[in-house]
């Protein structure tokens, strides 16, 4: 069959398929159309008495429950600053006396004048703190800015506020400040980390440090010279004029992943931070100390994997004392001593020493035979923090 014999089929089947269907069309009857239905006009019904029954609802529609009457409910304010804090308790925590070794440790919870020390948590109510030679105790508030306390003469501690200093009690940098560090010469420095920092003389800038690489400064006890350290950036060292600063990368053997703290002791540098265990992914916090040509000396701190009294849950901050070494643990709130040849002497359990419970401990200061402890402790009311000054004898 050629292909006009199958266009010829397909029009005849194409023909005969629509007759059909007009044939079966015309064979259906019509449909008859359905009557219209037109529902009745309801009568109006006059307003029921009190006492008369509703009007029946439509069976065909779902009855409409009544609406309820919306009540507005007052958005408790929230409280104040100044109400949280007239609202809680200070604090007056019981110091008491503790063992290291053979030695009582005791403390005196330096009373404030003039000045309520308040955050809005326990790591709000100060950064840092730093006693010069002078009598004067410099801290660095929550929002990085210095304050200044004199000592009142007498054996009590006793610290006045200074609110001349700066501007309204406080002095504001550049640069928000986060470490505050004294040489012997009673000169400060106060870091950012990030950006420069500063050092000053009674209280006031003599020059910005805008050595390079930046970071935490910590000076040597002359104050000519110093160190730099920022987490794992490179440590530098640092030399002081009375203009300025300079830096120069130091060649330190340093096996430390993350700084935490440094420190000088003599002619040593005492850095602190996470060192990997060898041959493993694991870390141990420790303590190394370097001659100033950077080689390693000797290293304190446990690598048990259990929190031990040699361990250090962190470093956060390191000084020569009378008794050797002293390390401030916050995150393990203790102070842990070695001697300065590395030798464990034993720890301090600081919450005990100073009556508090789970504060936190920001910095520390040697000063001769004592030693100076920040702290900040929550109230009973939330979102009020205490901050103390103490004065710990024996360490």
Same mark, same amino acid.
């Given at each position: 069959?050629?292909?006009?014999?199958?266009?010829?089929?397909?029009?005849?089947?194409?023909?005969?398929?629509?007759?059909?269907?007009?044939?079966?069309?015309?064979?259906?009857?019509?449909?008859?159309?359905?009557?219209?239905?037109?529902?009745?006009?309801?009568?109006?019904?006059?307003?029921?008495?009190?006492?008369?029954?509703?009007?029946?609802?439509?069976?065909?529609?779902?009855?409409?429950?009544?609406?309820?009457?919306?009540?507005?409910?007052?958005?408790?304010?929230?409280?104040?600053?100044?109400?949280?804090?007239?609202?809680?308790?200070?604090?007056?925590?019981?110091?008491?006396?503790?063992?290291?070794?053979?030695?009582?440790?005791?403390?005196?919870?330096?009373?404030?004048?003039?000045?309520?020390?308040?955050?809005?948590?326990?790591?709000?109510?100060?950064?840092?703190?730093?006693?010069?030679?002078?009598?004067?105790?410099?801290?660095?508030?929550?929002?990085?800015?210095?304050?200044?306390?004199?000592?009142?003469?007498?054996?009590?501690?006793?610290?006045?506020?200074?609110?001349?200093?700066?501007?309204?009690?406080?002095?504001?940098?550049?640069?928000?400040?986060?470490?505050?560090?004294?040489?012997?010469?009673?000169?400060?420095?106060?870091?950012?980390?990030?950006?420069?920092?500063?050092?000053?003389?009674?209280?006031?800038?003599?020059?910005?440090?805008?050595?390079?690489?930046?970071?935490?400064?910590?000076?040597?006890? &002359? *104050? !000519?010279?110093?160190?730099?350290?920022?987490?794992? %950036?490179?440590?530098?060292? @640092?030399?002081?004029? $009375?203009?300025? #600063?300079?830096?120069?990368?130091?060649?330190?053997?340093?096996?430390?992943?993350?700084?935490?703290?440094?420190?000088?002791?003599?002619?040593?540098?005492?850095?602190?931070?996470?060192?990997?265990?060898?041959?493993?992914?694991?870390?141990?916090?420790?303590?190394?100390?370097?001659?100033?040509?950077?080689?390693?000396?000797?290293?304190?701190?446990?690598?048990?994997?259990?929190?031990? &009294? *040699? !361990?250090?849950?962190?470093?956060?901050?390191?000084? %020569?004392?009378?008794?050797? @070494?002293?390390?401030? $643990?916050?995150? #393990?709130?203790?102070?842990?001593?070695?001697?300065?040849?590395?030798?464990?002497?034993?720890?301090?359990?600081?919450?005990?020493?100073?009556?508090?419970?789970?504060?936190?401990?920001?910095?520390?200061?040697?000063?001769?035979?004592?030693?100076?402890?920040?702290?900040?402790?929550?109230?009973?009311?939330?979102?009020?923090?205490?901050?103390?000054?103490?004065?710990?004898?024996?360490?």
């Amino acid at each position: 069959m050629n292909r006009w014999m199958k266009l010829v089929v397909c029009v005849l089947v194409v023909t005969v398929a629509m007759t059909a269907c007009k044939k079966k069309k015309e064979a259906e009857p019509e449909p008859t159309p359905s009557p219209v239905v037109v529902p009745p006009t309801p009568p109006v019904t006059p307003p029921a008495d009190a006492g008369a029954a509703p009007a029946p609802v439509d069976a065909g529609e779902p009855a409409e429950a009544a609406a309820e009457p919306e009540v507005a409910v007052e958005a408790e304010a929230e409280a104040t600053w100044e109400e949280l804090v007239a609202s809680s308790k200070p604090l007056t925590p019981t110091v008491a006396p503790q063992k290291l070794g053979d030695k009582e440790i005791t403390a005196e919870n330096c009373a404030i004048e003039g000045l309520e020390l308040l955050g809005k948590s326990t790591m709000d109510v100060m950064n840092a703190i730093a006693v010069t030679g002078d009598g004067k105790l410099y801290l660095v508030d929550s929002d990085g800015a210095l304050m200044r306390f004199t000592f009142k003469e007498g054996d009590a501690c006793v610290l006045v506020y200074d609110a001349t200093y700066g501007e309204n009690g406080k002095l504001k940098l550049e640069r928000e400040i986060e470490t505050l560090n004294v040489d012997a010469n009673n000169k400060l420095y106060a870091s950012n980390g990030i950006f420069e920092s500063y050092r000053l003389t009674d209280g006031a800038v003599d020059y910005k440090c805008e050595a390079d690489p930046s970071g935490y400064i910590v000076p040597a006890p &002359d *104050g !000519t010279m110093g160190i730099n350290y920022w987490s794992h %950036a490179d440590v530098a060292k @640092i030399t002081f004029t $009375d203009t300025g #600063c300079t830096a120069e990368k130091w060649a330190v053997e340093s096996p430390i992943d993350m700084l935490q703290s440094a420190a000088f002791m003599g002619d040593l540098v005492l850095l602190g931070g996470s060192v990997k265990a060898e041959g493993t992914d694991s870390s141990n916090n420790l303590v190394l100390a370097f001659n100033k040509e950077g080689k390693e000396q000797f290293r304190i701190g446990s690598t048990a994997d259990s929190i031990e &009294d *040699g !361990t250090f849950c962190w470093v956060h901050g390191i000084s %020569a004392c009378p008794n050797g @070494i002293c390390v401030l $643990d916050s995150n #393990c709130r203790k102070m842990v001593v070695w001697t300065d040849k590395g030798e464990f002497v034993g720890k301090v359990d600081l919450s005990a020493l100073f009556g508090l419970d789970y504060p936190w401990y920001p910095d520390f200061q040697v000063v001769g035979d004592v030693t100076y402890v920040g702290a900040g402790q929550a109230r009973e009311v939330s979102d009020v923090s205490q901050g103390f000054i103490y004065r710990v004898h024996g360490l």
